[in-house]
């Protein structure tokens, strides 16, 4: 995972530099700044594996762990406070809790703050550490959690199709229940805050008026803030449940 991301940057960095309207530092910064935030997210992956021998509850902690992530940076940048337009926004101190706060603190077409990358680096070496020293004192294929024994005698309800699926896949369907409500609340959020930047923006004003209206400006920020909602939560989903399925045929559990 790190040599990826080091990689993808790289390329990336060495593509974009080549505009003139990004330059070089920018999209160095960029891209490391992006590195950086998949680095951290494989070190908290590293970190959760010691935890749970099943790899399907590692999944659905480290998803938890990226949209508890997700949700700090938007509120401490959702509640910012700005007056106009183009203003540099100083984000809350919870998006100073996210590694996807981190990288959007670096600003890297304004501000410039390569210092942000040494958190990235700070932040993944304490998860490795902590990862290590917990090897050290858990047993070889065990976990420091336990998994919990089942039941001696199967519920009829794994007799038929739609209850072995329930059963499979239960714990996954309510995570991301909870996980699409808690965008619900922040896609609420956002489109206050984005009416209230409309308002106060002359620009914004203006181009309501050439563009037919208010209606036409909500209705597709409406749109596409559905359509990125959607994405985030059902194709993960869907990724999660296959992953569960080959993981039962491969254990011989099916």
Request: proline share 2%; aromatic share 12%; with cysteine.
């Amino acid at each position: 995972a790190v040599a990826a991301n080091i990689i993808i940057a790289v390329v990336l960095s060495l593509v974009m530099a080549n505009y003139d309207y990004v330059g070089a530092e920018g999209a160095w910064l960029m891209n490391l700044a992006a590195c950086g935030v998949g680095i951290s997210f494989a070190a908290i992956t590293a970190l959760i594996v010691q935890f749970s021998e099943s790899t399907h509850t590692c999944n659905i902690v480290a998803g938890i762990a990226i949209g508890v992530s997700f949700v700090l940076r938007a509120l401490g940048d959702g509640f910012a406070p700005y007056a106009t337009v183009g203003e540099k926004v100083d984000s809350l101190w919870p998006s100073w809790l996210s590694p996807l706060g981190w990288g959007l603190q670096a600003y890297p077409f304004s501000r410039h703050n390569w210092w942000v990358l040494g958190i990235f680096v700070v932040f993944s070496l304490f998860c490795v550490a902590l990862s290590y020293a917990i090897i050290k004192r858990r047993d070889l294929g065990a976990a420091l959690i336990s998994e919990k024994q089942g039941r001696e005698r199967a519920s009829k309800l794994l007799l038929s199709p739609l209850g072995l699926a329930w059963r499979l896949q239960k714990n996954t369907l309510f995570v991301w229940v909870v996980i699409m409500i808690c965008f619900g609340v922040l896609y609420g959020i956002m489109v206050d805050q984005f009416k209230e930047l409309i308002f106060n923006s002359d620009f914004w004003m203006q181009y309501m008026g050439l563009s037919g209206g208010q209606t036409n400006v909500f209705a597709a920020f409406n749109g596409t803030m559905t359509g990125l909602m959607m994405a985030c939560c059902l194709v993960p989903f869907v990724v999660q449940i296959l992953q569960k399925l080959r993981t039962e045929e491969t254990s011989n559990f099916l």
